[in-house]
């Protein structure tokens, strides 16, 4: 079955430290994102990724690099992770089309103390 | 810039009856795709239904259908026969073709409770 795998599951990092947040899919899809939740703005979305190699800014990239090495594999990277980066991570993946469906991975709960 | 707006913080129903979501969008774009998607309470979300702006029919599937008014830049979804397990948090997302953009814009969701 097509899956989009996230890892960790729970992460606690220390302020000013690095983090990567890493996402596996297997249904072979070209287009990958990345998507914050926080309570009251939904999902927001940070970066993706139209296949390997590439990486575009979201509507809130500040702070966060992104990586897609391969095309099952997309990161997520907080160089100097920050307080205000604790929120719970998306990963999904999609394609192909303008009407595609995104199909998302369980999340990654990060804590920056 | 391309927006969604879900005012509706949370509903409780009870079970068996109908319940619509509101979701209205704004958007330049001539062609554009409206969904919707499901959060359930571990955190999982799935896609539930889509609806194309140049169809004028409204999509359904399963239980599920929407209610798409065009002219008023309005998604509505509607759930017939709710049952406990449709309680969860809604988005609604729109996705434009400006631009070569495909970024899918989400709403703040609608928290559904259904009460036996």
């Known amino acids: 079955e097509a899956a989009v795998t996230q890892s960790p599951r729970n992460k606690v990092a220390v302020t000013g430290g690095k983090v990567t947040l890493s996402c596996n899919q297997t249904?072979?899809?070209?287009?990958m994102y990345w998507y914050r939740q926080d309570t009251g703005h939904g999902l927001r979305l940070i970066h993706y990724?139209?296949?390997?190699?590439?990486?575009e800014k979201g509507d809130i990239p500040d702070g966060y690099k992104a990586s897609r090495p391969s095309q099952e594999n997309f990161s997520l990277i907080l160089e100097l992770a920050t307080p205000s980066q604790t929120s719970v991570y998306f990963c999904?993946?999609?394609?192909?089309?303008?009407?595609?469906?995104?199909?998302f991975g369980s999340g990654t709960r990060l804590t920056v103390l | 810039a391309q927006k969604v707006t879900q005012t509706q913080t949370s509903i409780s129903v009870v079970e068996k009856t109908t319940v619509t979501m509101d979701c209205v969008y704004e958007t330049r774009d001539s062609s554009y795709f409206l969904f919707w998607y499901k959060q359930t309470a571990s955190g999982e979300i799935v896609f539930l239904i889509r609806?194309?702006?140049?169809?004028?029919e409204n999509a359904t599937v399963g239980h599920y259908s929407l209610n798409f008014q065009k002219p008023k830049s309005s998604i509505g979804l509607i759930i017939t026969a709710t049952q406990i397990e449709d309680s969860a948090v809604y988005f609604c997302?729109?996705?434009?073709?400006?631009?070569?953009?495909?970024?899918?814009?989400f709403g703040s969701g609608t928290q559904l409770t259904v009460m036996p």
């Open positions: 997302a729109m996705r434009g073709l400006s631009s070569g953009s495909w970024q899918l814009i």
């Open positions: 249904n072979n899809h070209n287009n």
């Open positions: 990724s139209y296949g390997a190699g590439s990486t």
């Open positions: 609806q194309d702006s140049y169809k004028k």
């Open positions: 999904a993946s999609g394609g192909p089309g303008s009407a595609e469906t995104l199909y």
